[in-house]
């Protein structure tokens, strides 16, 4: 389980808070989305969980624990992180990539040779990608890379910040679905942020709305859609629809 407790990040010093005040569970097993409009505390509650950002106040545990004894250097090291640049080591073949983790923790060159593997075939990537540089696949398939890499030493929690943001829509989808997949495969505990209404419906099974820094609703995709809510959460969750309709409209030859 990761518990936030009345949690605020500021980057000014009390000023303004990009997270404030903040009690929220996630369960283990659970796929969440983070949604909202930009500048509305997602990404700053996501990095509080693997401390890249540590919260002003207030505390985030992992299993009741906060962080890891030994610094976040270590935490990190154990929960996977997918964001939309990738950041793959252009220099590195894709196997060294993927495999930077699982060295850093000491593994043998035979364990990591056969996690590389493992992990290519989980991200369906062909195996003879596993000796190319990064420059030498499409965007998609890096992306692919990232999450392999993400997952390389076996973590129980994947965060995604906008992780198919820059992609095409087709790749996109593709991409999103083989996430879910792995979620489901994997036993995983995730945590995405995206822009992407429709995306958040279709992958996540609790999807949390977020405001100036705080949650204005929380609940499975089917509950916010049907429910009544607040006026600009319902425009959020209807987009969606109007979207559809729009199309819908398009190919019955009706005007918009």
């Known amino acids: 389980m990761i518990s936030f407790d009345k949690v605020s990040v500021s980057y000014d010093g009390g000023a303004h808070f ?9 369960e283990d097993g659970q796929f969440v989305a983070l949604v909202g409009a930009s500048g509305c505390g997602k990404t700053s509650l996501l990095k509080t969980i693997n401390r890249l950002h ?10 009741g624990e906060a962080g890891a004894s030994d610094g ?6 154990r929960i996977g992180y997918v964001f939309q640049g990738i950041g793959l080591f252009p220099h590195l073949t894709i196997a060294e990539n993927i495999a930077i983790t699982p060295k850093l923790l000491g593994w043998s060159e035979a364990d990591r040779h056969s996690r590389v593997s493992e992990l290519i075939d989980l991200v369906e990537l062909p195996q003879e990608f596993a000796q190319r540089l990064p420059a ?33 829509p087709l790749t996109r989808e593709s991409l999103g679905a083989s996430c879910r997949k792995l979620h489901e495969t994997l036993e995983l505990t995730t945590m995405m942020v995206t822009h992407d209404v429709q995306e958040a419906i279709l992958l996540a099974n609790r999807i949390i709305v977020m405001q100036a820094g705080r949650i204005i609703a929380d609940g499975s995709p089917q509950a916010l859609l049907s429910s009544e809510q607040d006026p600009q959460v319902a425009e959020l969750m209807g987009l969606p629809r109007r979207q559809a309709e729009r199309v819908q409209a398009l190919l019955d030859g009706r005007s918009s």
């Open 18 to 26: 990009a997270v404030h005040d903040l009690t929220l569970e996630i």
């Open 54 to 63: 540590d919260p002003t106040s207030g505390s985030v545990r992992i299993d």
């Open 72 to 77: 976040p250097e270590s935490l990190r090291r």
């Open 136 to 168: 030498q696949l499409s965007g998609g398939q890096q992306q692919r890379v990232g999450v392999a890499r993400a997952l390389a030493a076996r973590p129980r929690i994947l965060l995604m910040d906008e992780p198919f943001g820059a992609l095409d």
